[in-house]
Nanobody, 126 residues
Framework: QVQLVESGGGLVQAGDSLRLTCAAS????????MGWFRQAPGKEREFVAG????????YYTESVKGRFTISRDNAKNTVYLQMNSLKPEDTAVYYC???????????????????WGQGTQVTVSS
């Protein structure tokens, strides 16, 4: 099992940057595929980015490509989401998620992940 705690959210203006951090506790962090999701008010939780256990493969939803970067530091049991050129439509609660690694799968739906953090609010003003 792994426990996840997000931090780094806040209120920023359009065009600003934020870096979210997800700290994992428990054993075997480097055996997990890690993902970031977000949920805006009145909308379903959506996949934002994912990273393979070695960090060698990264995946993004189309709307954040070129602006967001997911990375991980397995020595620190941490995954990051660097968010640049933020837009008001990026406003949401951002969640970190983990699933046991399966090389055949790029998990991108909420049901693909077994472990979730509590979320951190990101608000982007225009």
């Amino acid at each position: 099992q792994v426990q996840l705690v997000e931090s780094g959210g806040g209120l920023v203006q359009a065009g600003d940057s934020l870096r979210l951090t997800c700290a994992a506790s428990g054993r075997g962090f480097n055996n997990y595929f890690m993902g970031w999701f977000r949920q805006a008010p009145g909308k379903e939780r959506e996949f934002v980015a994912g990273i393979r256990r070695s960090g060698g493969g990264t995946y993004y939803t189309e709307s954040v490509k070129g602006r967001f970067t997911i990375s991980r530091d397995n020595a620190k049991n941490t995954v990051y989401l660097q968010m640049n050129s933020l837009k008001p439509e990026d406003t949401a609660v951002y969640y970190c998620a983990a699933r046991w690694y399966d090389p055949r799968v790029v998990p991108s739906t909420t049901t693909d992940y077994a472990y979730w953090g509590q979320g951190t609010q990101v608000t982007v003003s225009s």
